[in-house]
């Protein structure tokens, strides 16, 4: 989503700026076009010529240097910007930002930018404590057009581990593209089921299914970027998305729920389902689990050749919620499979109730579990349908996002 995007990327002087090369570098990979401008300090830690050299345009650091493209570099970079970054922001860079005090190529850069703007502030835990810290994060954060993310917990550079770290560049990236989505789901309240159940044979052996949950994922993350109030119910996963606690704003529209076993995962969505505008079920969810769970590991007998287990069915969720569904509500439903693709898809539409169902099958190259791709068809219940061709997952959710009607 940032091809083609314009990022003017600010620098103070942080030992943090080492980590800023990097960032550029990623910017660049994903499309954008990037120019930098720093404070003198910033080029303690970084050199320009590293800096121009990854960005691929001068260096803005000196609003007096003959070299500046426009006499006024200050206000071009702006109105050439999509988006500002400024990381590291130091305790001193924050509260000139904060109070209007432009007196470097940084802070006058700031100071004509009426564009989303991301901060990332970077300085030791007793710095990052102090009250006037403080109170220039609280009125930076307050203004609609910044995007202010916290500050880590870990190793300092002073040698001490407290709360004063640069978030890594993963989540500024993931601040940057939040930042340049348009808010359309704002006020909505959307809830998700992803990744897989686990249903317990005895304490050591489960059934479980393949599900990576990158796809909820990649959903969770794309109706937060749009101003939805994400509430995600997640089965064991090995990894989640980028968390809106990263930043310092109300982080009550994310509400992330881990469950285990399908009777979980349905107690919870049954709970949460009657706040939500709009529900994407894409959990892989077991259809069995065992009648009985062993106390204890079962063990092999001598000779023994087989073993049975009785299974019974579990909640079916859709079904459930799509019986429950009141006027206005938007339900989505997935359906992976491998034979009879669309007649099996079309049939969970109709019998379970749904607005939206989005087929996938393991047939497809490059679709499917654990894969960072995926290829879909969106079915709509009033007999619409949607090819979306093999993408990144994160664009399949931005695909299937754009194709409800919320």
Request: net charge neutral; hydrophobic share 40%; with cysteine.
């Amino acid at each position: 989503m940032l091809q083609g995007k314009h990022i003017v990327v600010g620098i103070s002087g942080g030992i943090a700026a080492y980590k800023i090369p990097d960032l550029i570098r990623r910017l660049r990979k994903e499309g954008a076009e990037v120019k930098v401008t720093t404070t003198k300090n910033a080029l303690e830690f970084v050199t320009e010529l590293t800096l121009q050299t990854l960005s691929g345009n001068k260096v803005y650091s000196d609003v007096f240097a003959a070299i500046n493209e426009h006499s006024t570099e200050h206000i071009s970079l702006p109105d050439w910007a999509d988006l500002m970054v400024v990381a590291p922001a130091t305790a001193n860079v924050l509260g000139k930002m904060a109070h209007g005090i432009a007196d470097d190529a940084l802070t006058t850069t700031f100071c004509a930018m009426r564009k989303p703007v991301v901060i990332a502030p970077a300085m030791n835990d007793k710095m990052y404590a102090n009250e006037s810290v403080r109170d220039a994060v609280g009125t930076l954060s307050s203004r609609k057009h910044i995007t202010m993310l916290d500050c880590a917990v870990g190793e300092l550079a002073c040698g001490t581990t407290g709360k004063g770290r640069m978030q890594e560049t993963d989540a500024i990236l993931e601040a940057i593209r939040f930042a340049l989505t348009p808010k359309d789901l704002d006020g909505k309240n959307v809830l998700i089921t992803a990744g897989p159940t686990q249903e317990h044979l005895d304490p050591v052996r489960y059934i479980t299914n393949h599900s990576s949950g990158k796809m909820g994922n990649a959903l969770a993350l794309e109706c937060w970027r749009r101003g939805a109030n994400v509430m995600y119910i997640c089965g064991p996963v090995p990894t989640l998305p980028v968390v809106p606690e990263l930043y310092q704003s109300d982080t009550a529209r994310y509400v992330l729920t881990r469950v285990t076993s399908a009777q979980e995962m349905a107690d919870a969505a049954f709970a949460a389902a009657d706040k939500a505008h709009l529900i994407i079920l894409c959990a892989a969810v077991a259809d069995f689990t065992p009648q009985h769970v062993a106390d204890e590991k079962i063990k092999k007998v001598a000779g023994q050749t087989t073993q049975t287990v009785e299974l019974t069915l579990t909640p079916d969720i859709a079904a459930t919620l799509g019986q429950r569904k009141r006027d206005g509500q938007i339900l989505v439903g997935f359906a992976l499979e491998t034979t009879d693709e669309q007649t099996n898809a079309q049939h969970k539409l109709e019998s379970k109730n749904l607005d939206y169902i989005v087929l996938n099958s393991l047939r497809d190259a490059g679709a499917g579990f654990g894969t960072d791709t995926n290829k879909v068809t969106i079915y709509a219940a009033n007999g619409t349908k949607k090819d979306v061709p093999l993408l990144s997952k994160e664009n399949v959710a931005r695909e299937i996002v754009n194709s409800l009607t919320v």
